[in-house]
């Protein structure tokens, strides 16, 4: 313009620009406004430095009230908010310089990069355990030389340096670990909020003296516009030698330089660092190597296939806390159980699991009611759904309708953070219930075992439950002697169910005389199943004994081992037993028994010389075998006495059986007198047998007080006969005969 002005062209100058800028608006109006905001900046510079000093109105007042003074400021000079002057005339007012846009704090309020906060900046948290770093070791990416060389000739020359990638893929780390590495530590950091106003961010800089400084703007989507970051505020940054460290999604990154021309200029500049969320062989590597000196790493390196690295090390404390705080009634205390089931199941060994074994797990956390489907639906819905673009806590497995939980938080739980308990002890057998189930499944069954070993089996102090449920397992694993191990352990530290079931083993593998001592202390503490087993085996143990003794001739064992054999229903073995009782002294105490043998094969002749035996000896059961005898062999006047004598020193089957002789000779009276006294004796047949006799005596009354004890009872006519009652009073006729399958004869 000076030269123009002194060739005389000054005109011809102004038309070239004017039609210049004309040129501009048409064809890039973004650059035209931001040539234009810069000219009206400098105007306004002019303007104030050239604008006159201030002058009194002609003729103003002279008084007080109404003076106005002409102030001069001399030999001074205008810093910012302060005015240094070398002396001041006329009325004296304050004021306040400062820059035009105020939003931003003073480059000395700035934090220095060696004391700056990484998390403040954008990276996100981790979580931490106990005296942690807050951030782990950082992993070299692949990026990171070609990274560092950008950022290291912005801090030389100016400049915009970009790193784009997916969400979660580590770009705010990843730029943040090159500008710790290239840039003095006392290098100034400003990391405005989105959509603060940077108009007066050149002006400030120009003012800072020697500061080395840095802008850092982390998702540069929340800084562009006309107050913020533009190609001619870069421009002027550049010159001022100020870097701008920055990182943008790739979505946001593709909207903004292809399908903004506002925002084109200032990227179409830039070279982005692109960061890819899946890892390459050498980042992996280098993972693997600084994984063993902090548990955050490990865990991202455990889960490295399922998981990106970046994703693993930022949403996890987020599901963490969400999670947490699931648990409470107003929440999702469904949901969270569901979650901490499928956490507990890796915790097993059991990666992923049908959703139906994760509802039966879920039942074992708290006093709670089983779920209705529409409630577990819901549930797994909200534990699965998507969170921060990503995940969610519950993971679709490799196998349709399985589920897994996201691997930080099962690592969470391994790691030992607040929130999580020990694994509950039903839930080992439950896993190997599943697991048995399946043939194909004994990698899965192998993993489990050994999960279980590693975390029940070093407490040598375990409680008798822990110990317990470990022998469950080993013996569904099909290790009956570990199992023996662990059950005599947790039995002898006081557990019946332990007791029991190493009764069983015990008795499996013949060891029966160890497993009499377990199944007694079972049976004592009201084990139904160790009363049985302790009976039959108690019975087989008898009999191998007793065989012993009666083959070697002893009485007593021959008599008891008949007993046994007879019990089984084999009499041919009895009576071959109790006739050697009879030849080695005890005739007298196997009498009656031979006598019933031979009654039951119908040899009455050879039975009744038995019988007699006994009743001469005063046996009442000879009694009562005689009678029977004697009724079949028509002698039922003697069998009567007999009865009556059986029935008179109380003998409730000789009651009833001297009832039904009365009954059948028409001595109804006498007859229903001996039924009630045989039901006084404990007779079970009494009271029924009581209340048909008082129906044909037509006593109707008496015969339903009757039939009905007899009901109580449980006797399996007394209801039919109930009914043959009613019919008979409705009838107003006595029946006949007795109601069908009501006892005719005596008893044996």
Not at 309 to 338: K, Q
Not at 339 to 346: E, G, N, P, R, S
Not at 389 to 404: D, N, Y
Not at 534 to 542: D, P, Q, R, T
Request: proline content about 5%; hydrophobic content about 40%.
């Amino acid at each position: 313009m000076r030269i123009a002005r002194a060739s005389g062209r000054t005109e011809q100058l102004w038309e070239g620009l004017h039609d210049l800028l004309d040129h501009v608006q048409r064809e890039d109006p973004v650059v035209y406004e931001e040539l234009k905001a810069i000219a009206e900046a400098f105007a306004e510079d002019e303007r104030a430095r050239t604008a006159p000093a201030p002058r009194r109105a002609p003729g103003a007042a002279r008084n007080a009230d109404t003076a106005t003074y002409a102030n001069t400021v001399s030999g001074g000079t205008f810093n910012e908010p302060v005015v240094q002057a070398g002396s001041i005339t006329g009325g004296v007012h304050a004021y306040y310089g400062q820059t035009p846009h105020s939003g931003l704090s003073r480059v000395a309020d700035w934090p220095q990069l060696d004391r700056a906060n990484a998390i403040a900046l954008g990276v996100r948290r981790p979580r931490r355990i106990a005296d942690e770093r807050p951030l782990p070791r950082y992993v070299v990416r692949d990026c990171a030389d070609a990274l560092d060389a950008q950022v290291r000739a912005a801090a030389r020359e100016g400049g915009l340096v970009l790193v784009t990638g997916e969400p979660l893929s580590g770009k705010t780390r990843t730029l943040w670990a090159a500008l710790f590495t290239n840039l003095s530590g006392t290098t100034r950091i400003l990391h405005p909020a989105p959509g603060t106003d940077l108009r007066g961010l050149t002006d400030m800089l120009r003012a800072r003296g020697d500061a080395e400084c840095v802008l850092w703007l982390d998702d540069l989507d929340g800084h562009l516009g006309e107050h913020g970051l533009t190609a001619a505020r870069l421009a002027e940054l550049a010159r001022l030698r100020v870097p701008v460290l920055a990182t943008m999604s790739d979505e946001a990154y593709d909207a903004h330089r292809f399908g903004s021309p506002a925002h084109t200029r200032l990227l179409s500049g830039v070279d982005p660092v692109e960061l890819g969320a899946e890892w390459s062989p050498a980042e992996v590597e280098r993972l693997a190597a600084a994984a063993p000196d902090d548990l955050r790493l490990a865990g991202a390196y455990a889960h490295r296939a399922r998981h990106s690295t970046p994703a693993y090390l930022s949403v996890g404390p987020e599901l963490l806390g969400e999670w947490r705080r699931a648990r409470r009634p107003n929440a999702h205390p469904l949901g969270h159980r569901l979650v901490l089931a499928a956490i507990d199941l890796a915790r097993c060994g059991v990666e992923e699991a049908p959703a139906d074994v994760l509802r039966r797990a879920s039942d074992l956390y708290g006093d709670v009611a089983p779920a209705s489907s529409e409630e577990f639906d819901q549930a797994l819905e909200w534990a699965s759904g998507i969170r921060h673009g990503t995940t969610g806590m519950l993971v679709p497995g490799a196998e349709g309708g399985t589920w897994r939980a996201y691997g930080s938080l099962v690592e969470d739980a391994r790691d030992g953070l607040p929130g999580f308990g020990p694994v509950p002890l039903e839930l080992w057998p439950l896993v190997f219930e599943e697991l048995s189930s399946d043939d194909a499944a004994s990698p899965a069954m192998d993993a489990v075992l050994e999960r279980a070993r590693a975390v029940l089996g070093p407490d040598e102090d375990a409680n008798p439950d822990v110990m317990l449920a470990l022998g469950r397992i080993e013996e569904k694993y099909g290790d009956d002697g570990s199992a023996e191990v662990w059950f005599r352990r947790a039995a002898d530290a006081g557990s019946t169910e332990a007791a029991r079931r190493l009764g069983d083993l015990l008795c499996d593998s013949g060891e029966k005389m160890q497993a009499i001592q377990y199944l007694e202390k079972a049976a004592r503490a009201g084990d139904t199943g160790a009363r049985s087993r302790l009976g039959v085996v108690l019975a087989e143990w008898s009999e191998h004994w007793l065989s012993k003794a009666a083959e070697a001739d002893d009485a007593v064992a021959a008599l008891r081992l008949g007993d046994l054999r007879r019990g089984e229903g084999n009499s041919n073995r009895a009576l071959r037993w109790y006739l050697k009782a009879a030849e080695l002294g005890s005739r007298v105490e196997v009498a009656s028994r031979i006598g019933h043998v031979f009654r039951e094969w119908r040899e009455y002749e050879e039975a009744e010389k038995w019988f007699r035996i006994g009743v001469d000896e005063g046996d009442l059961d000879a009694v009562n075998g005689l009678g029977l005898v004697l009724e079949v062999r028509g002698a039922t006047d003697e069998a009567t006495r007999l009865y009556q004598r059986l029935a008179e020193s109380g003998e409730a089957v000789g009651a009833y059986n001297f009832g039904v002789l009365l009954e059948q000779r028409g001595d109804l009276e006498e007859a229903a007198s001996w039924f009630a006294r045989a039901h006084e004796l404990g007779e079970y047949d009494g009271a029924y047998y009581l209340g048909h006799v008082l129906i044909r005596a037509e006593r109707y009354d008496e015969a339903e007080e009757w039939l009905l004890k007899a009901q109580e009872i449980g006797h399996h006519h007394a209801e039919r006969a109930l009914a043959d009652l009613k019919a008979a009073r409705t009838a107003a006729i006595r029946p006949g005969t007795p109601a069908p399958g009501a006892p005719d004869n005596v008893k044996a």
